[in-house]
């Protein structure tokens, strides 16, 4: 490692201004966007299914076949009430990773920013082009995981009459297919991250060819951009997965075991947010490098069609026009 990457690397780890209280904020935002949501759910599994020695008598902690039919009971209108605090949260992460990324960037190491004024202005700002990015990347993660399901459906339909064993065709490949589309989704999600990274620093506002720059950020860099995203994205479900784990363990109908399970929730959102705010500022400085000069000076402009065919359409439009032509449509 060289000398310049190496203080590029402790600069990134570095907290830089504003970070904490960037944390702090988005920790609190996300929280009160699911809090309702999730003590509605938790107050109505305390008073009903909770109780039942379905529940009460199995051991500790809840076996997962348990725990899926006790989440399962969740009733219809919460499940509304958890829909509706995912979409403010997204809407919130939006506004966030907007002002995030202004606040992270290299120039901010001698600044005082004022954290919630550029989080609201810059994330208004770019509200839109974000929105039609994540709009862009579920339905590039849509796409790919239907053309995952169909490759694993059609390996279990082809391995039935090969003589595959009923652990390879019922545990093993649904295990391999869940595992791939969790990476597919990490590997869209660092593309969509490093167009929105684009979207700020570049102020471009045309998300195709934004999303193919990012693209080529991601190609050229595929450790310091692609694997560390991927990475963080598999540490923030190996926390959640943790807390859940050993949210399975505690009565839902103790008033201690709410008191805990809040203050897991705030630490674990404190932790998420931190690595969240860290991804942010590596993926700044790592744009700032110089050998993305090129890429930043493309143009914010679309995709102009070759000349050629622009001649063939403006050819074939004026033969349309022809006045002998009319009658024959």
């Given amino acids: ?13 570095r ?3 504003g970070m904490v209280r960037l944390v702090l904020l988005r920790a609190s935002f996300l929280l009160v966007c699911a809090l309702p949501g999730m003590l509605g759910a938790f107050s109505s599994l305390a008073r009903g299914p909770a109780r039942q020695p379905y529940f009460t008598e199995a051991v500790r902690p809840l ?4 725990f899926v039919r006790l989440v399962g009971e969740i009733a219809p209108s919460l499940l509304a009430l958890l829909g509706v605090g995912l979409l403010c949260a997204l809407l919130v992460d939006q506004l ?38 994540l709009l862009l990347a579920a339905l590039a993660f849509l796409l790919g995981a239907a053309g995952l399901r169909r490759v694993f459906t059609q390996l279990v339909r082809s391995g039935e009459p090969a003589g595959y064993s009923a ?111 860290y991804w942010l500022r590596a993926a700044r ?10 890429l930043r000076a493309q143009p914010d402009a679309p995709f102009g069609l070759p000349g050629g065919l622009r001649r063939a359409l403006r050819l074939r439009g004026a033969g349309g026009s022809v006045p002998g032509n009319r009658g024959l449509h």
């Avoid at 606040?103 to 994330?123: D, I």
């Avoid at 201690?256 to 809040?262: E, G, K, N, Q, T």
Wanted: charged content about 15%; hydrophobic content about 55%.
């Fill in 1 to 13: 490692m060289t000398r310049e990457s190496d203080r590029a690397l402790r600069r990134a780890l």
């Fill in 15 to 17: 907290p830089a201004p």
């Fill in 63 to 66: 076996p997962a076949l348990p």
């Fill in 96 to 133: 966030l990773t907007a002002g995030g990324l202004a606040l992270l960037g290299p120039e901010s190491a001698n600044s005082r920013p004022r954290v919630y004024r550029t989080v609201m202005q810059q994330g208004l700002s770019h509200l839109w082009p974000f929105l039609r990015l």
């Fill in 167 to 277: 652990a390879t065709l019922w545990l093993v490949l649904p295990a391999l297919q869940v595992l791939a589309t969790f990476l597919w989704l990490a590997i869209v999600g660092a593309w969509s991250l490093f167009a929105r990274v684009l979207t700020v620093t570049d102020g471009r506002r045309v998300t195709r060819r934004t999303l193919w720059l990012a693209a080529r950020v991601l190609v050229r860099c595929p450790l310091r951009g692609l694997l560390l995203f991927v990475l963080t994205t598999v540490t923030l479900t190996l926390l959640g997965g943790a807390y859940l784990a050993a949210w399975r363990q505690l009565e839902p109908r103790e008033s201690l075991s709410l008191a805990v399970w809040l203050v897991g929730s705030l630490g674990l959102a404190v932790a998420q947010a931190a690595l969240w705010a």
């Fill in 285 to 294: 400085l790592l744009y700032a490098s110089p050998r993305f000069d090129d």
